[in-house]
């Protein structure tokens, strides 16, 4: 019963909009499955560090230390404004080669990282790992134990996001988005500038 609760329950997080649905889904647009893909790893292998966190006890010490929660909720905002505003410029004409049936190129390693990054600077990943290893996981679990836990959250969330990466791939929404592939840049740059601000706001409330 521990395990399906923290299923069900890491279901509806990972499922919800947030930064890792916002830049999973703008690679997509913009740069293809594998860009996505890659993507999607990065972010579930960010999950692992928040898993470290939580069973070492640093995450509570994160939680409790206001100068260091601060300062991961400005790093992260900061990392997604940036990303936001560059997805705000996008303009009509890069996406010609989309609408050609070709994405535009981002390596595996930069793709990677920003998975990583966005997902392993949220403070609010950080929170959501350190409340579920401390609520809802018993103190009782065997280590070995809660170290599965970890491993599963971690791949069931890779493969959420690199499904709706395959899901985005499929030939008629690439032509969509070929034609109007702009907009949603601009949409998820607007998203992801609306998340920056949110963390900023919510950690000064």
């Not at 909720?73 to 410029?89: D, V």
């Amino acid at each position: 019963m521990e395990f399906y609760t923290i299923a069900l329950i890491h279901l509806l997080a990972v499922a919800s909009p947030g930064p890792d649905f916002a830049i999973v889904l703008r690679h997509s647009i913009r740069f293809g499955r594998r860009a996505a893909v890659m993507t999607s790893i990065g972010i579930g292998l960010a999950i692992l560090l928040h898993v470290c966190y939580s069973l070492l006890g640093i995450g509570l010490i994160i939680k409790t230390t206001p100068w260091i929660f601060q300062t991961m909720s400005y790093l992260a905002a900061a990392y997604l404004a940036w990303i936001g505003f560059a997805a705000i410029r996008s303009s009509a004409g890069s996406y010609t080669d989309q609408q050609n049936g070709q994405s535009l190129h981002l390596s595996d390693k930069k793709a990677f990282v920003r998975g990583f990054l966005t997902n392993g600077l949220n403070p609010k990943a950080t929170l959501f790992f350190l409340s579920l290893f401390a609520v809802v996981i018993s103190a009782q679990t065997p280590m070995n134990i809660k170290v599965f836990y970890g491993g599963y959250l971690a791949f069931a969330t890779g493969l959420w996001f690199c499904l709706l990466s395959c899901l985005l791939s499929y030939s008629k929404i690439r032509q969509f988005i070929g034609r109007h592939g702009h907009w949603f840049d601009r949409a998820m740059g607007v998203l992801l500038i609306g998340l920056a601000v949110k963390l900023v706001v919510s950690d000064l409330i």
